[in-house]
């Protein structure tokens, strides 16, 4: 079975920076790719960014790319999101998912496992 569970989430001043954790529960983590998203109010989850299972592969969306950066731990299950130069717009909650299949790494519905998500703002 698998659990995602996020924390890291905050109040922070635009220019500001916070890191985001996901810790994975169960066996096939090492070798599943993971994916950040972000849901603001009244919108559709978003696509931030994905890391291949070994972190050999990459992707952000454009509005997040050279602020934003995707790492993590297979040793300890773990992945990371690491927020600079946060801006207001990046306000949402922030949700640690694993791919499932599909062939697009951008689309949610090829995540098939989810966290709770975590709450991020960013104030003006």
């Known amino acids: 079975q698998v659990q995602l569970v996020e924390s890291g989430g905050g109040l922070v001043q635009a220019g500001g920076s916070l890191r985001l954790s996901c810790a994975a529960s169960?066996?096939?983590?090492?070798?599943?790719?993971m994916g950040w998203f972000r849901q603001a109010p009244g919108k559709e989850r978003e696509f931030v960014s994905t890391?291949?299972?070994?972190?050999?592969?990459?992707a952000y969306s454009d509005s997040v790319k050279g602020r934003f950066t995707i790492s993590r731990d297979n040793a300890k299950n773990m992945v990371f999101l690491q927020m600079n130069s946060l801006k207001p717009e990046d306000t949402g909650v922030y949700y640690c998912?694993?791919?499932?299949?599909?062939?697009?790494?951008?689309?949610?519905?090829?995540?098939?496992?989810w966290g709770q998500g975590t709450q991020v703002t960013v104030s003006s």
């Open positions: 890391i291949s299972w070994n972190s050999d592969s990459t």
């Open positions: 998912a694993r791919y499932s299949g599909g062939g697009f790494y951008t689309r949610p519905r090829d995540y098939g496992y």
């Open positions: 169960g066996r096939t983590f090492s070798s599943s790719r």
